[in-house]
């Protein structure tokens, strides 16, 4: 049976704050996922203050074993305001990636990120820090673009949010998630069950955490080989089949860009009291 790590950093970051934005080596993830009988695996780069350059890292990891590795673009939606589509249409057109990546704890998602990946297809994989309230925006707001928001919506655990993500898997149609760093298993296991297995992804966050560890998780759903086929590849192939390359210079204007900075008006508390 194929299996698809959908969720993996790879690279250097350029800050000494931790693991998440020092380094991600592959070396020992690849021991694990290989041990583990993973075939393929999802890179994106460590936390960047540049996410143009640590996309050209992962770019020469996917190009020097393609049959490996896919690629996601990862953007800042504030920092690369006005250039998003340039980044991503280089991850696209020039490296073939296949979706795009964002973290909460950078900045709030944008129409502008949404924008562009509506107009290549891609998959958006946005870590939404337990602000789980944000997706019922990007279901109504973008039904045509699918969102995988990782570790059921919670890395720290926040047992509220990823309870509150399940409803969301339910009724909305482009909504998934993935199994990644998700330590509860009652609320997975219950979240399968209510929402299907068809909005889950199997994604280990490594190369911190062992996919090996990760993957069990899955075996212990106890699956039907059906579902289990669509958890561990299926979902994510489905997803990624939908990329368009060649979107043209009109997607120029279909981007929803603001060129002036934020106000503070704008700005939510948390996200000022970080700065």
């Keep these: 049976m194929l299996i698809i790590d959908c969720h993996c950093h790879a690279g250097r970051g350029d800050g000494l704050t931790g693991p998440w934005d020092t380094d991600a080596p592959l070396r020992p993830y690849l021991a694990w996922a290989d041990e583990a009988g993973?075939?393929?695996?999802?890179?994106f780069a460590a936390f960047h203050s540049d996410y143009s350059v640590a996309n050209r890292q992962v770019a020469r990891l996917v190009h020097q074993h393609p049959e490996r590795?896919?690629?996601?673009?990862?953007?800042?939606?504030?920092?690369?305001?006005?250039?998003v589509l340039a980044m991503v249409r280089t991850a696209v057109e020039e490296y073939g990636f296949v979706g795009i990546k964002l973290h909460r704890y950078d900045a709030r998602i944008s129409r502008e990120v949404c924008d562009v990946a509506r107009a290549f297809r891609l998959p958006v994989l946005y870590d939404v820090v337990g602000e789980t309230s944000v997706v019922d925006l990007l279901a109504?707001?973008?039904?045509?673009?699918?969102?995988?928001?990782?570790?059921?919506?919670?890395?720290?655990?926040?047992?509220r949010a990823q309870t509150a993500l399940i409803d969301y898997l339910v009724r909305c149609p482009n909504i998934y998630t993935d199994t990644s760093g998700v330590r509860r298993f009652d609320i997975l296991q219950r979240a399968v069950e209510r929402a299907g297995p068809?909005?889950?992804?199997?994604?280990?966050?490594?190369?911190?955490?062992?996919?090996?560890?990760?993957?069990?998780?899955?075996?212990?759903?106890?699956?039907?080989?059906?579902?289990?086929?669509?958890?561990?590849?299926?979902?994510?192939?489905?997803?990624?089949?939908?990329?368009?390359?060649?979107?043209?210079e009109g997607a120029r204007h279909r981007v929803a860009v603001v060129a002036e900075p934020l106000s503070n008006a704008w700005r939510d508390p948390w996200l000022i009291g970080k700065e």
């Excluded at 993973?38 to 890179?43: G, Q």
């Excluded at 590795?69 to 250039?83: L, M, N, P, T």
């Excluded at 973008?142 to 926040?158: A, E, R």
């Design 69 to 83: 590795f896919y690629g996601f673009a990862f953007v800042h939606a504030q920092r690369d305001r006005g250039r």
């Design 198 to 248: 068809a909005k889950f992804l199997f994604g280990s966050d490594g190369p911190w955490l062992h996919p090996g560890v990760e993957l069990s998780k899955i075996t212990a759903l106890h699956l039907a080989p059906e579902d289990a086929r669509q958890v561990l590849a299926g979902n994510l192939l489905r997803l990624i089949g939908r990329v368009r390359p060649g979107v043209g």
């Design 38 to 43: 993973i075939a393929r695996t999802v890179l």
């Design 140 to 159: 109504t707001q973008y039904p045509d673009v699918n969102f995988i928001i990782p570790h059921l919506g919670s890395f720290s655990d926040d047992w």
